[in-house]
């Protein structure tokens, strides 16, 4: 769902298979190089790595790669392949983020001056979409808000070439240059529509010797859009950001997702976590993990995901599994919580739900109670008496740790629990269930945010 | 629970020093209406005669809202008609209180619109793949000034297109990817708010002084509760849903909110990404919204992750240091808003300009009138397990509610994995066990002898003459089979009686046969039109052969095989027939195979379950013949005359 990144391959890939005819661009050409890529089979596949002269970078979804040094300008096949056996596999910081490098790119180097190069950007707004264009672009273009000029093009109509022409490359001397650009606009706009796209920033492109050359391109598709793009796209991956690994548990889950009128979402963000979530509902979810992380939970979070619109008790199952498997594999030594939360559902039959994380229980109770899983349970909506009634019922009967509320009690009252904010209260206290949580570590680092 | 410690300080982020200017340029970068000079008409959206259109047959929540008119004490239900492409027109049963009213249901939903001037509002519950489509249609009818779209994932390029039509034609649309909305006394959207017991619990059916606007549509249940506890109730409240592009948004609802004097306080949910906040702090700084405002966006976490995350809603990613949650919540309070430390806090927030409202005189606290009690639905009331009512019917053979179909307990899965063919499936159905192999091959072989018999004998003559008469398949073979009886097919149940009775009395074969003939009576299973002795009937060879060999033991047909020595030595035709043979061995194993009682075997036999496997097996040769005459394009049958005596009845 949504608008979510593509590689830089995969977004040139999309441009040259779908741009029209007539353009001055030269279709781009490239390698990916990933952990089990053979070196001779891409040799073979693209001949021209060993005729020209290349380019080498990361595509991770990783911004500003030159001012992070991470680009290769100007080498040989062999300085490629050396730079590439230096990079793989090694450790990167971007911002707060931190992952390994894996996947490579490596293109024809384009001869070119410092004056061709410059800034396009296509953006989707509500009511338009943003053309953005600098005559001065490259790694050092500067704050693009501020230097760009703008052309909207308001929803469901198509620029002409005289306003390209006369509002945003004005700046542009040539005439040459002017043409070339605009027919150039004209069709990538087309494909940025037909296709779907929601963000193209291609920094810099360059034309030289009137060729035009895409030499980096970030860029963003709507992902809902699949049902009707699923041909024209054809196969493509929509990566997670840097630093986080794709599980397939999450995988799995989108998949269940996508095949159902509810929804079901799952990231995993520490595997090795304290505190996991399963919480109803895309608001209340957030809410939760606002409330982990202001009681100084955020490093310790394991999970953010949701479930809601009324998934079946085996869809339901289903989630509680994954989440459970995913939460039994390493060990804590103050053990895990794990928060099953919510609002007061306006639909989903909580009874019904709740039977379907009963089954996961079941199925896993042997391995909730040798990692030492502390279960807090919060819900209301339809049928609720029932579901906690029977959560309740299940916790003891398998002297599994769990604390129940219903509606009476505030959403977020069993973050506190949770993270031994607060001791749990008397009239809910179980002999076989701790008292008093551990409260989270504190942060090894200060500073967790990441600003883009 | 209501006294732990505070929550620790939030940690510092990096929040842009927001001067008005700033606020100017993150307004422009999303234009409101009221900019594009659209702004939304401050009358209500719904009021307490409002009529909706629902598009898709959503039983669970037309039947919700029905309920929520009721208890709400509208004059008439706010649901006139129902689209749905899939099914012919007809009209559906619903309940309004005790009384049963009916909602038609169109395929073409420009003829409902036609029929139903009076829908104001339509509620949309297409999936995302057609909720585009029937949106755009809808807007092609200037009756409906308010469009809610529930459908998450519909793609944005989509969204886009519809609020620009929507805008151009002064269209409220509310959503997509939510749940919808309320205004208590007025209307119900769709499944908002759930059932009869969480509207009771939370006062809506009676309106508050409150009212709220979150994108959150579970949130919004919260919000209900909170606010009915922490203030009188709510007034109005709308989710605006999850996607990027809202198609009415924050500062559109809260306009509508400052425009109606019902409103004394607003409450606002925002979230992280976008920019919507911030047309409702320029609101107030321009004194566009006057009305107290107690607002928390939620999304705080998202400055703690050191990778981006994707919250469940599309909207909700933050792509500048300004659309995070912590720097909206300062702007907020920074014009003019009630922002608590948390969610957690909101509530008691609220609570203390509720009383400031009371203690100045501007909120008058109503007393609270009971509301009329709304009857519990039949099927939710079962599920909740608190009636019960005895069943119309009973059974036992066969039950298809669960993961898989099953055959006496047996899943359809391991009938089909361990082979146990037509013979082991009618051992299921018809008997309730598994019976052993022998029976269940011995089944089928009498399906197979007694496929037919030929286009002479009655059953196949009717089939044959009805189906030349043009009839369909299910007529041409039930006329064949209505032929079955004591004369033609039916005689294995009288036979299996007659030669047990006998052989259970210790009547000698003999003198069985003397009795039969004594009375007059034909022997049932004994003759042959041309088969005899010393030409046998091989069918009957064979099941003989069958017999012998496998039962455990055969006493009867050991019997009926000695009646038919004596009866062949009066005439040789009168041999043990295949319905003889059949009754009789059938009868051997049920009381062999050691898993019948003699009482359940002869029950079986009372009952006709012998016959029953004539009926079966004859009906392939019945529909054999039936296509036999449709594939030879036979025409009607006519009796010749020269066939037929005529006889006055006189003579």
Not at chain 2, 70 to 90: G, K, L
Not at chain 2, 91 to 118: C, L, T, W
């Amino acid at each position: 769902m949504s608008s979510k990144a593509i590689y830089e391959a995969t977004g040139k890939d999309l441009i040259n298979r779908h741009i029209a005819p007539g353009t001055a661009l030269v279709p781009c050409r490239f390698a990916v190089f990933e952990q089990d890529t053979v070196w001779e089979d891409e040799l073979g596949k693209n001949p021209w790595l060993t005729k020209e002269q290349l380019v080498v970078k990361p595509d991770q979804l990783i911004k500003r790669r030159g001012k992070l040094g991470l680009v290769g300008v100007n080498k040989t096949a062999a300085e490629v392949r050396r730079w590439l056996s230096e990079h793989s596999g090694k450790e990167q910081k971007v911002g707060a983020a931190s992952g390994k490098l894996r996947r490579f790119v490596v293109e024809p180097f384009v001869k070119h001056d410092a004056n061709e190069e410059m800034y396009l950007c296509i953006q989707s707004g509500r009511r338009a979409d943003t053309i953005m264009f600098h005559h001065q672009g490259g790694v050092d273009v500067g704050d693009v808000d501020a230097l760009a000029i703008r052309l909207d093009v308001p929803v469901d109509t198509f620029p002409t070439g005289e306003e390209i022409d006369r509002v945003l490359l004005k700046n542009v001397k040539s005439a040459t240059t002017k043409r070339i650009l605009t027919t150039f606009i004209l069709s990538l706009y087309r494909v940025f529509v037909d296709l779907y796209f929601t963000y193209m920033e291609i920094n810099p492109i360059v034309i030289t010797n009137e060729r035009l050359y895409l030499l980096d391109l970030a860029a963003k598709l709507d992902q809902t859009a699949d049902f009707i793009c699923a041909k024209n796209w054809g196969e493509i991956t929509f990566p997670p950001p840097f630093g986080r690994d794709a599980y397939p548990e999450e995988a799995h889950i989108a998949d269940l997702d996508a095949k159902s009128g509810a929804s079901l979402k799952l990231t995993v963000l520490n595997k090795a976590g304290r505190i996991w979530t399963m919480v109803a509902g895309g608001g209340a979810s957030v809410v939760y993990t606002d409330t982990v992380c202001a009681l100084g939970g955020a490093h310790e979070l394991a999970n953010y995901g949701e479930y809601s619109g009324a998934p079946t008790e085996s869809q339901t199952a289903d989630y509680a599994k994954t989440i459970f498997s995913l939460m039994c594999r390493d060990r804590h030594p103050k053990g895990k919580v794990l928060i099953i939360g919510g609002g007061i559902a306006n639909f989903t039959n909580v009874a019904d739900t709740f039977r379907g994380i009963i089954t996961a229980i079941e199925t896993y109770k042997d391995a909730l109670l040798q990692y030492n899983v502390t279960i807090f349970v919060r819900r209301g909506g339809p049928n609720y008496q029932e579901g906690l009634r029977q959560m309740r019922e299940v916790g003891h009967r398998l002297r599994i740790p769990m604390y129940v509320f219903g509606p009476e009690s505030n959403m977020t009252a069993i973050v506190r629990l949770a993270l031994g904010h607060a001791p749990v209260p008397p009239d809910h206290r179980l002999d076989y269930a701790p008292h008093q949580l551990p409260k989270p570590e504190p942060a090894v680092r200060t500073a967790l945010y990441c600003t883009h | 629970m209501k006294h732990s410690p505070p929550p620790q300080p939030a940690p510092q982020v990096d929040l842009p020093q927001l001067t008005d200017k700033l606020l100017d340029l993150a307004c422009q970068s999303a234009p409101s209406r009221l900019e594009l000079g659209q702004q939304l008409p401050a009358r209500p959206l719904f009021s307490d005669r409002t009529k909706a259109i629902v598009w898709g047959m959503q039983n669970r929540a037309i039947q919700g809202m029905l309920d929520f008119d009721y208890i709400c004490r509208r004059a008439e239900p706010s649901v006139v008609a129902i689209v749905y492409p899939f099914t012919a027109d007809h009209k559906q049963k619903y309940y309004f209180g005790n009384k049963e009213v009916f909602i038609p249901v169109f395929s073409d939903m420009d003829v409902a619109m036609r029929k139903h001037q009076e829908a104001t509002v339509l509620v949309n519950f297409a999936s995302l793949r057609s909720a585009y489509d029937s949106t755009m249609q809808a807007m092609q009818h200037p009756q409906i000034n308010t469009i809610v779209i529930i459908a998450e994932g519909i793609p944005e390029n989509m969204t886009r297109k519809i609020i620009k039509l929507a805008d151009a034609r002064g269209v409220n649309i509310i959503g997509p990817a939510t749940v919808g909305g309320i205004k208590p006394g007025c209307f119900k959207i769709g499944n908002t708010a759930g059932m009869i017991d969480n509207i009771v619990d939370s006062k809506l059916y009676r309106p508050g002084s409150v009212a709220y606007v979150s994108r959150s549509g579970g949130m919004s249940n919260e919000l209900n509760n909170i606010l009915s506890k922490e203030a009188d109730g709510v007034c109005e409240g709308v989710a605006i849903g999850g996607d990027r592009y809202p198609g009415t948004t924050f500062i559109d609802h809260l306009c509508r909110y400052e425009a109606d004097p019902n409103v004394k306080m607003v409450v606002l949910l925002g979230e992280v990404g976008g920019v919507e906040e911030y047309h409702v702090c320029r609101a107030m700084r321009d004194g566009r919204l006057t009305k107290p405002l107690v607002a928390w966006c939620i999304g705080t976490c998202s400055d703690m992750f050191t990778s981006e995350v994707q919250f469940g809603h599309a909207g909700s990613l933050a792509g500048s240091a300004l659309e995070k949650a912590a720097a909206k919540n300062a702007a907020l309070a920074a014009y003019g808003a009630v922002v608590p430390d948390s969610f957690d806090t909101l509530g008691a927030a609220v609570n203390k300009v509720y009383k400031k409202l009371v203690s100045e005189g501007k909120i008058i606290v109503k007393e609270e009138v009971e509301p009329p009690k709304v009857p519990m639905d039949y099927d939710w009331a079962r599920k909740l397990g608190i009636i019960r009512k005895p069943a119309a019917f009973i059974s036992t053979i066969c039950d298809e509610r669960g993961q898989e179909l099953s055959y006496c307990g047996v899943p359809i899965t391991a009938v089909l994995e361990r082979q146990l063919g037509v013979g082991g499936t009618i051992s299921l159905l018809w008997f309730q066990r598994e019976l052993p192999d022998w029976a269940c091959k011995f089944f089928e072989l009498v399906l197979i002898v007694t496929a037919d018999h030929g286009p002479a004998v009655s059953g196949a003559h009717n089939t044959m003459v009805t189906a030349r008469a043009g009839k369909d398949l299910i007529s041409s073979v039930v006329s064949g089979l209505l032929t079955i009886g004591d004369r033609f097919g039916g005689a294995l149940d009288r036979a299996a009686q007659d030669f047990c009775a006998a052989y259970d009395r210790g009547q000698h074969p003999q003198e069985f046969v003397n009795e039969k003939r004594a009375k007059g009576e034909l022997i049932m299973g004994i003759g042959h039109r041309v088969k005899s002795i010393n030409n046998p009937d091989s069918r009957v060879r064979e099941l003989k052969a069958y017999v012998t060999s496998r039962w455990p033991a055969w006493p009867v047909t050991r019997y009926a095989l000695d009646v038919e020595a004596i009866t062949t030595r009066k005439k040789p035709n009168l041999i043990l027939n295949v319905d003889g043979i059949v009754a009789a061995a059938m009868v051997d194993l049920f009381r062999h195979c050691q898993l019948f009682t003699q009482e359940e075997g002869n029950n079986y036999i009372a009952m006709g379950s012998i016959n029953a496997l004539f009926v079966l097996g004859r009906t392939i040769g019945l529909v054999g013949h039936y296509l036999d005459q449709k594939r030879l394009k036979q025409p009607l049958y006519r009796h010749p005359w020269d066939d037929i005596t005529y006889m006055s009845p006189l003579n």
